[in-house]
Antibody
Framework: QLQLQESGPGLVTPSETLSLTCTVS??????????WSWIRQPPGKGLEWIGS???????SYNPSLRTRATMSIDTSRRQFSLKLTSVTAADTAVYYC???????????WGQGTLVTVSS | DVVMTQSPLSLPVTLGQPASISCRSS???????????LSWFQQRPGQSPRRLIY???NRDSGVPDRFSGSGSGTEFTLKISRVEAEDVGIYYC??????????FGGGTKVEIK
């Protein structure tokens, strides 16, 4: 069974950069069949897709985040990552990393990690 | 962006009774390959979401057969034939056809009466 594990600071200062890493339990991260995505959920609210990395390094992001999000993938470490710049309190959320086939986009989810933006 | 609209917002159900959740998209979700990339997720309290249904009507491995998905174009439905206590949670639909961005419905909260 695939496992995805998010890691990173639980507290980020406003205007700073949020950095998260997702570690993948198997070699599927090397396959071009999958999309690797970040999705977030503010406390008590719904789900928002942040972006995906696929085809070995291509990326696509939610336009709502403008240019603040950057994703990358490191297949040798079985990891992919998210950086979100200029964070505000509105970026406080549980951040999930996910995997999915190219059409479906999302199937497996990590357990999620709560990131709070506060001074 | 494709807007996904779910109804109802809240769904109180008696144990053993059926439940139905609607998801409507602002444009057809049928991709050029003929597939509607519409998924349903269940999020139990305090847990990560779990996919139940993909491509509108395909049940994921390990999902009880009381869950079923149907629909095409812009109208989709998730049905629970007989609600059990473990089905309490929030259900989301999601489209992967027209992206970026991938978009989710606002969620439907299923609770026991």
């Amino acid at each position: 069974q695939l496992q995805l594990q998010e890691s990173g600071p639980g507290l980020v200062t406003p205007s700073e950069t949020l950095s998260l890493t997702c570690t993948v339990s198997d070699d599927s991260i090397s396959s071009y069949s999958y999309f690797w995505s970040w999705i977030r959920q503010p406390p008590g609210k719904g789900l928002e897709w942040i972006g995906s990395v696929y085809d070995g390094g291509s990326t696509s992001y939610n336009p709502s985040l403008r240019t603040r999000a950057t994703m990358s993938i490191d297949t040798s470490r079985r990891q992919f990552s998210l950086k979100l710049t200029s964070v505000t309190a509105a970026d406080t959320a549980v951040y999930y990393c996910t995997r999915g086939l190219s059409g479906d986009k999302v199937d497996y989810w990590g357990q999620g990690t709560l990131v709070t933006v506060s001074s | 962006d494709v807007v996904m609209t779910q109804s109802p917002l809240s769904l109180p159900v008696t144990l053993g009774q059926p439940a139905s959740i609607s998801c409507r998209s602002s444009q057809s979700l049928v991709y050029s390959d003929g597939v509607a990339y519409l998924s349903w997720f269940q999020q139990r309290p305090g847990q990560s979401p779990r996919r139940l249904i993909y491509r509108a009507s395909n049940r994921d491995s390990g999902v009880p057969d009381r869950f079923s998905g149907s629909g095409s174009g812009t109208e989709f439905t998730l049905k629970i034939s007989r609600v059990e206590a473990e089905d309490v949670g929030i259900y989301y639909c999601m489209q992967g056809t027209h992206w970026p961005p991938v978009t989710f419905g606002g969620g439907t909260k299923v609770e026991i009466k």
